[in-house]
């Protein structure tokens, strides 16, 4: 996947997820725990919304890990890696689960905070985060300026007093417009899209002159390749020394649904970390002229390789609009 360019491509999804979602998924990781360790289910269990996946996975995990003598979840915590610590054969290993409703894909690796190349310390000295580089730049009130040069919203619209939320409605009204062919809607967001364009590129050639972490680069890539992206959770483990020893055994198990099937694929990521640390002698992030990402690469004798490319992308109604965040593509599939 080398030189990447689509900045919108869809690819694996795990849908951000709500406190009773993420109960649903605590609850089948337990019961994920119970399977492997012989224990009874209950209701609670088997009226899991992820019960299938749940059973599938330990189904998957039985096979691949014989004579299990141990299993506990591990929960959710800051500051330690994988849901599940098991035993097997007298070795410890972690393994951590994820489900999705759709089909597994290839490319997206995480969808990660909008401020994540600043708020990691992958930079020395006080560096502008992207949402702050945007409030200098007054990014909210060009936008409703431009959203303003369209004079015909409906009057519900005009009504809503939030002016965070009559920003979205309006340009959800224009991109509904614009999906029926209207001139000036499509002309509207075509020029919103294009000046955050210039936004973004502007902000990360900032980034490229500023002094890089390199310890902290090779860190931050190692815990997206294990499918840590929780910004709690970054900021937790890469300020930890030896946080890599902790999951250089961690497994990762992708339960996906397939034409009503649940499809299980095991990743063994410590072993691919390795593979990697040890290839490169150190790593860097590049930033491509008028492009809107930037990449980290692996260095090894003057010689580059792409492993992540970071696009600055908004998730929601239109390019420029509403959730800002970081798309990862991992570029090593």
Not at 263 to 291: A, T
């Amino acid at each position: 996947m080398e030189g990447v360019k689509d900045e919108t491509k869809e690819g694996i999804k795990f849908k951000n997820m709500g406190k009773h979602e993420r109960q649903s998924i605590k609850g089948a990781e337990k019961t994920i725990v119970k399977i492997l360790g012989s224990k009874n289910l209950n209701s609670s269990d088997t009226k899991n919304r992820w019960f299938k996946h749940a059973f599938f996975i330990a189904k998957k995990i039985g096979k691949d890990f014989t004579k299990i003598t141990f299993a506990r979840h591990l929960g959710n915590r800051y500051d330690n890696t994988g849901d599940i610590l098991t035993i097997s054969n007298g070795k410890e290993i972690l393994i951590e689960v994820k489900m999705s409703d759709t089909k597994l894909g290839v490319g997206t690796k995480a969808n990660i905070s909008q401020n994540a190349l600043t708020e990691n310390y992958l930079f020395s000295g006080n560096i502008k985060s992207w949402s702050k580089f945007r409030e200098e730049k007054q990014h909210d009130k060009w936008v409703n300026d431009y959203l303003g040069r369209y004079t015909k919203y409906p009057l519900k619209i005009y009504k809503i007093t939030n002016l965070i939320l009559q920003k979205e409605a309006k340009a959800r009204h224009l991109r509904d417009l614009k999906k029926k062919r209207n001139k000036i809607a499509t002309d509207i967001l075509g020029l919103i899209r294009e000046k955050d364009r210039r936004e973004k590129i502007e902000y990360l050639a900032y980034l490229d002159v500023q002094k890089q972490r390199k310890d902290m680069i090779k860190r931050f890539l190692i815990l997206i390749i294990l499918g840590i992206h929780k910004k709690e959770v970054i900021q937790k483990l890469i300020q930890k020394d030896n946080f890599f020893q902790e999951v250089k055994d961690l497994i990762v198990y992708y339960g996906n649904l397939d034409k009503g099937k649940i499809i299980v694929r095991k990743e063994d990521v410590g072993e691919k970390i390795k593979k990697i640390l040890k290839e490169y002698s150190e790593f860097e992030i590049i930033f491509p002229k008028e492009l809107t990402h930037c990449k980290l690469v692996g260095v090894r004798g003057g010689k580059t390789k792409s492993l992540l490319q970071i696009v600055l992308h908004w998730k929601n109604i239109a390019q420029g609009i509403k959730t800002p965040c970081l798309n990862i593509f991992d570029l090593t599939v």
